[in-house]
């Protein structure tokens, strides 16, 4: 199994060629075989994109000025996926399809909807419909796509069904695949183990991070606030995940964690849990 980036991590220190040439050695040197690159990070980000990642906690800097081809070329670095949105997939599949390719990947991954309503039965499927031509489209191009989930999948529609499990039984493999993110379920309290065995063969590629706290002292309440934290440092089964996404055949464990960096780094932060990663992971 692969290890890489995802690159929403580094939009703090990537905004100048310099920078983002160094970024990249340090994470090739912590022994990373690639990055999952956006497409909303590799040109200039809109207004509202900048926006709402910044309000996330993610900002995506300014990168999307860089030659990223020239860049992950000099790295030594592979590029493992190409996230988009749907929207922009179904206006352009063209220049999507060919974008991921100049970059050496066969996959893209479509990152969720945003101001959409998960609970409701019928978006949901028609979202399904979408996803399966989208698809079928990219594929005659030889790309498969995939989805990527945060915790609103969750979500339990008029029918009783989770919008998670209407996705994975109205797409079809042969069209859309799946980029599980095991955080993302866990935060939204749901078994990320089981779903990931549910999955199977459709599990493609894993985003994965640790979930714990970093507050430390006495606190007004018996309750520790939970962020995403370095690989190992924190309380989820990464072990036993991984076993299952090498039982999958999930070609790369893809590490993405939100903020809350040690030393406020997102450097040192990547560097951290390649110790786990390298320990842990067969090449």
Known sequence: MKTAVQQIMLGTVTGSEEKARESLRRIKAAGYDGLELNRFMIHPASLMVRMLTKAAGMPTGNGGKLDWL???????????????????????????????????????????????????????????????????????????????NHNVELLRTGSGRRAYEILLEETDPAFLNFEFDSYWFTDGGADAAA?????????????????????????????????????????????????????????AAVLESHKNWIGNDPLASIELSADWLRKQVKA
């Open 195 to 251: 779903w990931m065995r549910r999955l199977g063969s459709r599990l493609k590629l894993w985003h994965v991070t640790d979930r714990g706290s970093r507050v430390k002292g006495a606190s007004v309440t018996p309750i520790l606030k939970a962020d995403s934290v370095e690989l190992g440092t924190g309380n989820m089964d990464l072990e036993g995940l991984l076993a299952i996404a090498e039982e999958a055949g999930a070609e």
């Open 70 to 148: 020239r860049l992950i070329r000099e790295s030594g670095l592979s590029v493992i996926s190409l996230h988009t949105d749907l929207g922009s997939l179904e206006r352009e599949p063209e220049a999507v399809a060919a974008e991921a390719g100049s970059f050496g990947t066969d996959k893209v991954v479509i990152t969720g909807m945003y101001r959409f309503d998960y609970s409701d039965e019928a978006s949901v499927r028609a979202l399904a419909g979408r996803l399966n031509k989208a698809g079928k489209g990219l594929s005659e191009k030889g790309i498969s796509l995939l989805y990527h």
